[in-house]
């Protein structure tokens, strides 16, 4: 039998490099958001026709459970996670688009509370719901499928992508982890953009990688460093936990959005009421079969290079 479809697999292959990119993409697949200009072939880009482009996706069973929680919650949820993507290029949302296949059973009502749930959310962070699409399940058992495309611009110092860290640099994260599933904290976060715009501000070039984590903090550092020589040693001791959980959940659970960046110099502990915490650091990898991600815990250091979750799996 042939093996079922492993997300982060197809995701590694599709953004393996190896096809020829359009010299309008300045970011390709495999940061949080894509970076285009929008100037025609042969023109000359001023900076100012640059855009971020990014989808997420919101699927019942996978990413929210209907049976426990609401529409309203649902779309909120939808828009914010892709809002999220922009925090971490440290970008500034334009506009949303949203689609959506809602289940057969529904009617108008629910279907217009998801919609205005999604468009209020889009309008708190200032990214309009400019367009969109919807379909009606043809199948009983089809469950509500959402996708949320964001424009951002970016910031006039730059974008932050996933992939710049250097040897030395030390790795911090915003706010706590840990335990999101399982309590309130994935479906009433707030995408980390204020935060992300300060960071940017006050650090400038010394900001030189940044990802939100929404995979696990195993597996997103890992993202970080998938296409460099380098390593990340986190200190177990140091991780920012949310209450009533420990290492193991702020580690592997995910769906935290909080920003995970990569810093030299100084860096301020907090950011308005947003705490920073140096939880690691970055350097260069004894052999190139090293893991990419090891935690140092009472003495010993473990591999949670692929800490986390596949969607799959809720």
């Known amino acids: 039998m042939q093996d079922s479809v492993t997300e982060f697999e197809i ?21 949080d958001l894509a970076l285009i200009q929008a100037s025609a072939p ?30 309203e ?32 059973e529904w009617n108008d009502g629910q279907a217009m509370a998801l919609f205005d749930a999604m468009k209020s959310a889009a309008d708190e962070h200032h990214a309009p719901l400019v367009g969109g699409d919807l379909a009606v399940h043809h199948e009983p058992d089809g469950r509500l499928t959402c996708s949320v495309t964001v ?36 479906l009433d976060f707030t995408p980390r953009l204020a935060e992300s715009a300060m960071l940017l501000a006050i ?32 200190d177990a001791e140091s991780l920012p936990c949310r209450e009533g959980f420990g290492v193991q959940q702020a580690v592997g659970d995910g769906e935290d959005y909080e920003l995970l ?21 970055f350097k260069i990898k004894d052999d190139a079969s090293d893991p990419d991600v090891l935690l140092r815990q009472n003495g010993d250091l473990s591999d949670i290079s692929r800490a986390g979750w596949e969607h799959q799996s809720r």
């Open 203 to 234: 650090l400038g070039n010394r900001l030189h990688a940044m990802i939100d984590i929404s995979d696990g903090l195993g597996r997103d550092a890992a993202h970080m460093v998938e296409r460099s020589d380098l390593q990340v040693i986190i």
């Open 11 to 31: 995701i590694k292959r599709i953004c393996s490099g190896k096809t020829t990119r359009d010299h309008r993409v300045l970011i390709g697949p495999g940061d």
């Open 261 to 281: 960046f990569a810093a030299s110099g100084d860096v301020p502990e907090g950011l308005g009421n947003c705490a920073v915490t140096r939880i690691g650091a």
């Open 151 to 186: 424009v951002g611009a970016p910031s006039d110092i730059g974008v932050v992508s996933r992939f710049d860290a250097e040897a030395g640099d030390g790795l911090y994260v915003t706010g706590e982890l840990g335990g999101s599933w399982r309590g309130r904290h994935h």
């Open 42 to 71: 042969g023109e000359s880009s001023s900076g100012s026709d640059r855009m971020l482009l990014g989808v997420d996706q919101l699927v019942d069973g996978i990413h929210v459970d209907l049976s426990r929680v609401s529409l």
């Open 73 to 104: 919650e649902a779309g909120r949820k939808a828009v914010c996670r892709s809002l999220s993507d922009v925090a971490a290029m440290a970008g500034r949302p334009v506009a949303t688009l949203v689609s959506a296949v809602v289940p057969a």
